[in-house]
């Protein structure tokens, strides 16, 4: 579902905590990128929230958790979500596994190989990203492209470079 009004149903900053930990220059640029993209578009709201965007979200990991702190621009907490990563164990994994794949193609296999490998690379993203929107469910109103985005920073918070 998408959120009604994009000026204020919307984030305008993330930040990764200090719990997250710091990876490779490749790491931190991927993140970066991530992050980035995910700010310059997206639609966000969480549910019930009576009061007016945008917001900021601080993303912290605390043991096998995610935990979403969101605020408001000025700095007023607004709620803070706490989502399990198991469920994202499995499609992180197989998402890494044939991204591996696909830059192994890209070097050495045919157009139509490497159009399939990234067919399967673009339908595990989507089901993570369909996960995410499930998880965030009553939570937090996201539409399918910020689940997207939302998901690669998932992954890239899961890569070790």
């Not at 992050?35 to 043991?63: A, H, Q, W």
Request: with cysteine; proline share 3%; glycine share 6%.
């Amino acid at each position: 579902m998408a959120c009604q009004d994009s000026d204020t149903a919307r984030l305008i900053d993330v930040e990764l905590d200090e719990s997250v930990g710091r990876g490779t220059p490749d790491v931190e640029h991927e993140r970066a990128v991530a992050i980035f993209d995910l700010v310059e578009e997206n639609s966000f709201r969480p549910v019930g929230d009576s009061g007016e965007g945008p917001y900021k979200l601080k993303l912290s990991l605390v043991e096998a958790r995610l935990v979403f702190a969101i605020s408001r621009e000025n700095g007023e907490a607004v709620v803070t979500h706490i989502l399990s990563l198991t469920p994202f164990r499995r499609i992180v994994k197989d998402y890494f596994l044939i991204c591996e794949s696909y830059y192994d193609a890209i070097r050495s296999a045919t157009p139509s190989q490497i159009e399939a490998i990234d067919m399967g690379r673009r339908g595990l993203h989507n089901e993570g990203s369909q996960t995410l929107m499930d998880r965030l469910k009553d939570k937090i109103d996201v539409d399918f492209d910020t689940a997207r985005r939302l998901f690669t920073l998932v992954c890239v918070l899961h890569w070790r470079g």
